[in-house]
């Protein structure tokens, strides 16, 4: 469960943020919650689709965009309180300063710096038994169904014996 985890997460930061509107909100949600950016750091973002292209910018002209910097998410930013609107980092000073940042460069102290997919890993494993068990519940239901369904047809096709 862990390698999927990683990929399907990896795949999503690289690929899919900034393109399809709810994993962009899912990516954000997860990283500031867990006050961390990236599936596996924040360098994970030089190498995605967002990450290449300027957020202030809709539409480039240019043939290819510069390769030794590269934007975050504002959902990377840590937050001085405990706000829960995106709007706060957006309107941030420091979080504005800091989120076009040089590939292989230092990753300032107002950016998460772990990876999310551990969080996420370690989320699942404490909470997968709750997982299993709705399953498991919902199995028992449908067999019990199942079983009270064939005692019905039973009955049904008893009873037109005995007619007369």
């Known amino acids: 469960m862990d390698p999927l ?3 399907v997460y990896t795949k999503t930061v690289k690929d899919e ?3 399809i509107d709810h994993r962009t909100e899912t990516v954000d949600a997860i990283q500031s919650g867990f006050e961390c950016c990236g599936a596996n750091g924040p360098s994970d973002w030089a190498s995605s689709i967002y990450g290449k292209k300027d957020p202030s910018e809709p539409i480039r002209f240019t043939v290819s965009a510069s390769p030794d910097t590269y934007y975050i ?4 930013c840590k937050r001085n309180d405990h706000a ?4 706060f980092l957006r309107e941030s000073d420091a979080c504005n300063k800091v989120h076009k940042l ?3 460069g230092v990753i300032p102290n107002t950016i998460y ?5 551990e969080e996420l890993i370690a989320v ?7 997982f299993f ?3 498991i519940g919902l199995g028992f239901i449908e067999l019990i169904g199942l079983f009270l369904s064939i005692i019905l047809c039973c009955s049904l096709g008893s009873s037109e014996r005995y007619k007369a």
């Not at 710096?113 to 997919?117: E, L, W, Y």
């Open 124 to 130: 699942v494993n404490s909470q997968g038994y709750i």
């Open 17 to 19: 943020y900034g393109v």
């Open 73 to 76: 998410p504002p959902s990377c």
């Open 5 to 7: 985890i990683k990929s």
């Open 113 to 117: 710096n772990k990876g999310c997919t």
């Open 102 to 104: 040089i590939v292989g």
């Open 84 to 87: 829960e609107a995106l709007d």
């Open 133 to 135: 068990e709705v399953i």
